[in-house]
C-alpha cells in the first residue's frame, strides 16, 4: 500500500537491489511471469540473476533500462514471456532492446524465452500450459 501513497509515482520499469558484482544475466519480462522468475531463481539460490520487469512498453523505457543493465557485466540478457512469441511483446521491444545494447556497448545478442508462435494464446489443457509454464522458466533461468 505504501506505493500508492501521496507523493509516490509510477516506475516504467521495476529493478532489484542487485549484488551488481555477481550478476552475469538479466531477465527482462512484464507481467505476472515476473513472479515465477522470482520464485524459480530463490528456489534455486542463484544469485548471478537480476530480474527487469517493465511496467510501460510504450512510451519504452530506454534510457532508464540502458541505465540498469550498464550496472552489470553480463554474459547473457534474455527476454522472457509466457504469451506465444507472436502474441506478446516480443516483436515491439527487441528492436529498442538491440539499440540499447549497441548504443551500451553491451556486446551480447538478445535472447527470446517463451512460448513458439501460435494461432491461440493458450492450449486448452491446463496440464500442458503448466508444463510449458516451468520449461520456459527453466530454460530463463539455467546456468
Not at 515465477?36 to 534455486?44: N, S, V
Not at 540478457?77 to 556497448?105: A, H, V
Request: aromatic share 10%.
Amino acid at each position: 500500500m505504501s506505493e500508492f501513497a501521496p507523493k509516490t509515482k509510477f516506475q516504467p520499469i521495476l529493478t532489484e537491489n542487485s549484488n551488481t558484482k555477481k550478476i552475469k544475466k538479466a531477465i527482462l519480462c512484464s507481467g505476472k511471469i515476473y513472479y515465477d522468475l522470482i520464485e524459480a531463481r530463490e528456489a534455486k539460490k542463484l544469485d548471478h540473476i537480476t530480474i527487469i520487469r517493465l511496467e510501460e512498453i510504450y512510451p519504452f523505457p530506454s534510457e532508464l533500462i540502458k541505465k540498469e543493465l550498464q550496472k552489470y557485466k553480463l554474459t547473457e540478457i534474455i527476454w522472457c514471456q509466457e504469451e506465444p512469441k507472436n502474441m506478446g511483446s516480443w516483436f515491439f521491444i527487441r528492436d529498442y532492446l538491440d539499440e540499447i545494447l549497441e548504443e551500451s556497448k553491451i556486446n551480447l545478442r538478445l535472447k527470446y524465452v517463451g512460448r513458439i508462435a501460435s494461432a491461440s494464446p493458450a492450449t486448452g489443457y491446463a496440464s500442458y500450459h503448466k508444463e510449458e509454464q516451468e520449461k520456459l522458466i527453466n530454460e530463463a533461468i539455467k546456468l
